[in-house]
């Protein structure tokens, strides 16, 4: 539960027009609290029914026995058994379906006024990020396109009889399904690709004819989301895929009298936060975590699919093109060669659209639309052609892609550098860097406590990484623990994180950090940061990197006085096996890659594996192993120095 201090840090994380915006909502909540206690007879549309265009069977350009189609057929077929496959829920299945509980706790939220929910207490909801992933309808998109490959009828029916009974269990603003808007713009644009998938199916007109009650509950998604949709400090990937969500479904559906403006909001609100949340130069996502540019790029792509479709006036803006084709193309220049994408910040494994079988490459259907649509210089992938087909999209595969020459490259605006040699080669060497800003807007909610720490791959191998995430709500010391400095390739002072954690997505203390040097040539990579994280220690951390042909100089120094305790920390992929070669120094291995690490010999080193204090690796959002995890630790008097030395000079 919220305590005291989380809702004083939340009050000052707002503006007086986020709080003015909050009390207007305070407002609209009494008023429909007063609704349903009388039993009010919910909104219902006015539908106009000329403005729905006939729909006629999307021609496939991609076969069904198409290696893509079969894995996406196979997962379909879990989803009539209701076998989940999200998180960690590795087939478990749930018969019938309650829209109200979380399957791995078996807890069902009430179903009262949705707004009034606390949605983050387990006891009351169990593991609300269960709940809402499975009501984001990313399965019945799997269904929906499995029959619009197969038109075996048992796929649309179950679309149908599931669409059906959500709207029964779901009545407008009860249970946990009405608490964000966000959810109400996923699982719109989840239902639109369902309506055109399964058009001349029997089971169309259950679903989608005019008698269908998932009319009114669309128009009162709409509604929801124009009532209630982010703003001020929250309005980060939220308030993207609210909007998103909003004008994919107004274009789609222009039949209620509210049609048009809601087209108009949402267009407007997408062009004004393209440019708010992404870096001008770099077009990284301001939120600094790789999975949520994946996600905010998602939501973009598919509005401007939507906008395609319709022609004016629906069109976006070319800044608006200008930057969906920057968001991907910066895409390959941060993968290494075995096509790990960046982990930095937070990750829920969050889609706008599910369009491929699980496990497939996440970036691959974006990159054949950014190319059909965009003319976007990006990798052709094996993978992502049914998710560009299943668009209605053209596979562009005529024109030839390069790898960029780059080795290393820095993207200031974002303070991400790349350190990298010998680029898409066996003997790649690629460090990836953080000195940029903590996060977007007041609470930077999706920010990770990582100042100065680095990720490395050799030859496409995962040496040192990001841990990842593994929870949000549901376990608020594995909340801490994952966000946490502690948990990255940095340094740690007295036990503190650099940044101060006061809430699963907010901060009280944010460490700012500067770039003093950066420079480049054939041979050598140098960046020079600090952070002032720790200030209320009166320290000062500054971390320098230097790759050569032959190695990665890591150099800390910590200016200020007094004695303190200090800890490096090196986290290594779960693959990795590690030895001893003395007291201070190791080698590692991943598979055919080794490289050493030499540690200042002042430093007592010590290595974890799955203990209780360090050594967890998170594939996945819900997920988490053991790995092991280094960490090197003395008590010093300050100023100091350190230098430890990754050397590459070991056979690869």
């Known amino acids: 539960m919220p305590t005291l201090t989380w809702y004083v840090n939340r009050l000052k994380a707002m503006s007086p027009g986020e709080v003015n915006h909050r009390l207007q909502l305070a407002g609209r909540k009494l008023a429909w609290r007063r609704q349903i206690k009388q039993a009010a007879a919910p909104p219902q549309p006015v539908i106009e029914w000329a403005r729905l265009t006939a729909r006629s069977p999307l021609p496939l350009a991609l076969p069904g026995d198409a290696p893509e189609a079969v894995d996406l057929i196979a997962e379909a077929q879990s989803y009539l ?17 309650d829209w109200h509980a979380d ?17 983050r207490d387990e006891r009351l909801v169990g593991n609300v990020k269960v709940i809402w992933e499975k009501n984001r309808h990313h399965h019945l998109s799997v269904l929906a396109a499995a029959y619009a490959l197969t038109r075996d009828e048992r796929f649309a029916a179950e679309v149908a009889n599931q669409l059906l009974d959500w709207v029964e269990q779901n009545p407008y603003l009860v249970g946990i399904n009405w608490t964000h808007p966000l959810e109400q713009g996923i699982r719109l644009i989840a239902w639109v690709w369902c309506e055109r ?80 949340q992404t870096f001008p130069q770099s077009k990284l996502n301001w939120e600094l975590a790789f999975g949520y540019h994946l996600f905010a790029l998602e939501f973009f792509l598919l509005a401007l699919v939507e906008a395609e479709r319709a022609a004016e006036p629906a069109r976006f803006s070319q800044t608006y093109r200008a930057y969906v084709r920057g968001m991907l193309e910066v895409i390959p220049l941060l993968t290494d060669r075995g096509g790990h994408l960046p982990r930095y910040g937070d990750s829920d494994e969050g889609m706008a659209l599910q369009l491929q079988a699980l496990g497939h490459r996440r970036e691959a259907w974006l990159y054949h639309a950014g190319r059909a649509l965009l003319g976007a210089k990006v990798p052709i992938p094996a993978q992502g052609r049914l998710g560009a087909a299943l668009l209605g999209l053209p596979t562009i595969s005529e024109q030839s892609w390069q790898p960029p020459a780059v080795e290393s490259v820095g993207f200031a605006d974002a303070g ?66 994952f966000r946490g400095s502690r948990a990255h390739n940095t340094l740690v002072v007295d036990g503190l994180d650099q940044s101060l954690q006061a809430g699963p997505f907010l901060w009280s203390h944010k460490a700012e950090t500067t770039v003093h040097h950066w420079q480049v040539d054939q041979h050598s990579a140098d960046l020079l940061a600090s952070h002032n994280g720790y200030r209320a220690l009166g320290v000062i951390h500054r971390r320098r990197l230097t790759l050569t042909d032959e190695k990665l100089l890591v150099s800390d120094v910590l200016e200020g006085t007094g004695v303190h305790q200090i800890a490096l920390y090196f986290h290594f992929a779960p693959e990795c096996q590690i030895e001893f070669l003395s007291a201070s120094e190791l080698m590692i291995q991943h598979a055919e890659v080794q490289i050493s690490l ?20 998170s594939p996945g959002f819900g997920r988490k192993t053991k790995a092991y995890a280094l960490m090197a630790r003395t008590q010093v008097q300050l100023p100091t120095a350190f230098e430890s030395i990754i050397s590459f000079n070991c056979p690869v």
């Open 103 to 119: 399957p791995t706790s078996g807890i069902v939220a009430p179903r009262r006024f949705g707004l009034d929910l606390n949605h």
């Open 598 to 617: 030499a540690l200042p010999p002042s430093l007592q080193v010590e290595l974890h594996y799955g203990s209780e204090a360090l050594g967890w690796f």
């Open 416 to 481: 991400l550098y790349l350190l990298a040699q010998r680029r898409h080669s066996p003997r790649e060497v690629f460090v990836l860097a953080d000195a940029g800003p903590h996060g977007y807007l007041s609470l930077a909610a999706h920010a990770h406590a990582d100042a100065l720490s680095f990720t490395l791959s050799v030859g496409g191998r995962p040496i040192l990484i990001d841990p990842g995430t593994y929870v949000y709500h549901t376990d608020w010391a594995w909340r801490q623990y």
């Open 197 to 276: 998938w399964l058009a001349g199916s029997a089971h169309y007109e259950r679903a989608f004819g005019q008698a269908s009650p998932l009319w009114p509950a669309i128009y009162q998604h709409q509604r929801f989301i124009e009532q209630t949709y982010s703003q001020g400090s929250s309005a980060n990937n939220h308030l993207i895929g609210e909007m998103a969500g909003l004008f994919i479904a107004a274009v789609a559906w222009p039949i209620f009298a509210d049609s048009a403006r809601w087209q108009a909001l949402a267009r407007r609100v997408l062009e004004q936060e393209i440019v708010k």
């Open 81 to 97: 058994r209701h076998e989940w496959h999200f998180f960690d829920l590795a087939g478990r299945s749930e018969t019938p379906i």
